[in-house]
């Protein structure tokens, strides 16, 4: 599965596995700015992930959130992207203390701010790619996505990469309640055997979750 990997376009190259259409009204953040990325078979999944992040990490400072479904995806997907020499990686484990939990998500959080700020002021986001030319990327599993109801703040992150698809609509929505700023862009990856996995979170949800489009960039 290969991307074109330019500054201004992100191919995907096969059919799209679901048909697209206008999306309809939600209450959950912007129902337009959900899409899939169609994986073959699973063991592209991981190298497809690298060809996305090769073109989003040309974004300077953009923070990008991780979410999977177990420990072992996680210890998977970050001995790989660790190596990436264009990712900042931040990691939750379970088994953190609570004072480096707090510290991992209070960084990552105010790179986070920063970025969305300096987006509304161009100038400043110049500024910052001069100084700055890696994005910030924390990978998360359900299990330790933030406690809101314990006082722990959204991540705010500009894109969630669902690395694995969520089965349920609830933990969709977790995901962004606890990951995503309010504009932000959803990435579901999606291998050829899921297709009936996500139109049943899009009739769950209420709005098409969307092919991604060739021009990412578009939609950042």
């Known amino acids: 599965m290969a991307f074109d990997a330019s500054p201004t376009e992100l191919q995907f190259h096969p059919p799209p596995l679901v048909s697209v259409s206008s999306p309809s009204p939600s209450h959950y953040f912007s129902p337009g700015r959900h899409f899939y990325v169609a994986v073959d078979k699973i063991h592209f999944k991981m190298e497809t992930l690298v060809d996305l992040l090769g073109v989003t990490g040309q974004r300077p400072n953009l923070p990008i959130a991780v979410c999977c479904s177990s420990r072992d995806e996680l210890d998977a997907l970050c001995s790989v992207v ?88 609830e933990t969709y929505l977790r995901r962004m309640s606890t990951c995503l700023e309010a504009d932000g862009i959803v990435i579901n990856m999606v291998v050829g055997g899921e297709v009936v996995t996500l139109k049943s979170l899009e009739e769950s949800l209420g709005f098409i979750i969307a092919e991604m489009p060739i021009n990412i960039f578009d939609i950042l």
């Not at 991992?104 to 030319?133: C, D, M, V, Y």
């Not at 969630?160 to 349920?168: A, G, R, S, V, Y």
């Open 82 to 169: 660790s190596n990436l020499s264009y990712i900042s990686l931040s990691i939750l484990y379970s088994d953190l203390s609570e004072s480096e939990r707090g510290r991992i998500l209070g960084e990552f959080r105010q790179k986070a701010i920063e970025w969305n700020q300096n987006i509304s002021h161009p100038s400043n986001t110049i500024e910052n790619e001069n100084s700055e030319q890696k994005s910030n990327m924390i990978v998360v599993t359900d299990a330790c996505l933030p406690i809101v109801a314990s006082g722990e703040q959204p991540i705010l992150a500009r894109i969630l990469i669902n690395f694995e698809l969520p089965t349920k609509k």
